[in-house]
Structure formats: structure tokens, C-alpha cells
């Protein structure tokens, strides 16, 4: 191999190394996306405030012959934590994950559980939730979906956790289980019981 030669391949392994990382770079991004756990996927709203907002009820939907309360940002700073889920009736994982919220409101009736409709008609929400049940206290309908992007949803269903001052402190993204209920949700939502009542202690002082 002559001099020469050796010289004009350098520029071709300079350009070869970048664009080798580049490709193991974007290969970790998606290895890490697609194929670890959804419910692990990062949220910049932790820790912060929950977005403002303020949704009408879904149309028609009625509750002891009254119509159905929206939901707003004010519903979850009233000194009790509250469970946020993220639904819409042409979710196919949200009919898996209903029975779970079904079972869970049977399980703890003081549990507060809200709900956003995201991206729904009305009338497809009212025939999910009286063939599947209504284990919410309210919901927003989210008809354009606006408040969910301002909530970071990456697909329904989602679930958040907020405490008493209306701030989120845990997001699990996907169908919930009983697994990840018992193991993940419930000890997030003690979690914001603690940090709810201390807050109101120190306030207090």
C-alpha cells in the first residue's frame, strides 16, 4: 500500500466515524422507546403543578339525574389526592383497563378518580362507559385534545397521580392491571396523602 493511497482513505474513515455514532445514537433512542417499559417513559410535570384547564361535562351524561360535573384544574387542589385517567371509547387498551378502575373505585369508594375523555364524540363516551361502567367522579371531555398535550400524553390510556395542592406526582403510561395497581399506584397515591399533609402542616405553622 503506497503513501498515496493511504492518505486518500483518511477523509472517507473521518466522515465513516460521526455517522456511525449518529446511527448507534438513534438505535439506543428507539431500542429504549419501543421495546422498554411505556410506564417508564419520563414527564416533565412531575413535581409541578398540574396544567390549567377547565372542561365541560361529556353531553348527556347524568349522575343521580343530574348532569355530570367537567373537570378543571381547581378540582384538584382541594386538599385531597386524585387519580387523573386519560380515556377515550375507541381505545382498545382502555376497555382492557376499565374493569381495573372499575374494580378499584369498588375497592376504595373515598378514592377520588377523574377522568378526560380524549378526542371523543359524546355518544361513543356515554355507550363505553354504560356497557363498561363509570367508576369516575368527573370528567372533562376532551374533544380536541388540547388538554392532554398540555398534560404530556404520549396515547391514551394514561395515568396520573395528584396531591392535594394540584400537583402531579406520579404518571403511569398504558393499561393499569391489578399488578400495577397494588405495586405502583396505590403506593404513589400514599405517597401524595404524605406529602399533602405535610404540606398543610407546614402551612399551618
Known amino acids: 500500500?503506497?503513501?498515496a493511497s493511504t492518505t486518500?482513505?483518511?477523509?472517507?474513515?473521518?466522515?465513516?466515524l460521526p455517522l456511525l455514532l449518529i446511527i448507534g445514537l438513534v438505535g439506543v433512542f428507539f431500542y429504549a422507546l419501543f421495546s422498554g417499559?411505556?410506564?417508564?417513559?419520563?414527564?416533565?410535570?412531575?413535581?409541578?403543578p398540574a396544567p390549567q384547564f377547565d372542561l365541560p361535562p361529556i353531553e348527556g351524561l347524568e349522575r343521580?339525574?343530574?348532569?355530570?360535573?367537567?373537570?378543571?384544574?381547581a378540582d384538584l387542589a382541594t386538599g385531597?389526592?386524585?387519580?387523573?385517567?386519560?380515556?377515550?371509547?375507541?381505545?382498545?387498551?382502555?376497555?382492557?383497563?376499565?374493569?381495573?378502575?372499575?374494580?378499584?373505585?369498588?375497592?376504595?369508594?373515598?378514592?377520588?378518580?377523574?377522568?378526560?375523555?380524549?378526542?371523543?364524540?359524546p355518544e361513543k363516551a356515554l355507550q363505553f362507559l354504560n356497557r363498561h361502567g363509570d367508576?369516575?367522579?368527573?370528567?372533562?371531555?376532551?374533544?380536541?385534545g388540547r388538554v392532554a398535550i398540555d398534560w404530556g400524553v404520549y396515547g391514551v390510556p394514561e395515568t396520573y397521580v395528584v396531591d392535594g395542592h394540584g400537583e402531579?406526582?406520579?404518571?403511569?403510561?398504558?393499561?393499569?392491571?391489578?399488578?400495577?395497581?397494588?405495586?405502583?399506584?396505590?403506593?404513589a397515591v400514599e405517597?401524595?396523602?404524605?406529602?399533602?399533609?405535610?404540606?398543610?402542616?407546614a402551612k399551618a405553622l
Open 135 to 144: 367508576p369516575y367522579d368527573q370528567i372533562g371531555a376532551d374533544r380536541n
Open 191 to 201: 405517597i401524595a396523602r404524605e406529602r399533602t399533609k405535610s404540606a398543610a402542616a
Open 37 to 48: 417499559d411505556p410506564s417508564k417513559l419520563p414527564s416533565a410535570l412531575i413535581g409541578k
Open 1 to 3: 500500500m503506497t503513501i
Open 80 to 121: 385531597e389526592v386524585t387519580i387523573v385517567n386519560v380515556w377515550a371509547s375507541w381505545c382498545g387498551p382502555c376497555i382492557q383497563e376499565h374493569a381495573v378502575l372499575v374494580w378499584l373505585k369498588e375497592q376504595q369508594h373515598d378514592l377520588r378518580l377523574m377522568g378526560i375523555n380524549y378526542k371523543d364524540s
Open 64 to 73: 343521580n339525574g343530574k348532569a355530570g360535573d367537567g373537570l378543571s384544574t
Open 168 to 187: 402531579i406526582v406520579y404518571r403511569f403510561v398504558g393499561p393499569l392491571n391489578e399488578q400495577a395497581v397494588r405495586k405502583e399506584l396505590l403506593p
Open 8 to 16: 486518500s482513505r483518511r477523509p472517507r474513515g473521518r466522515f465513516l
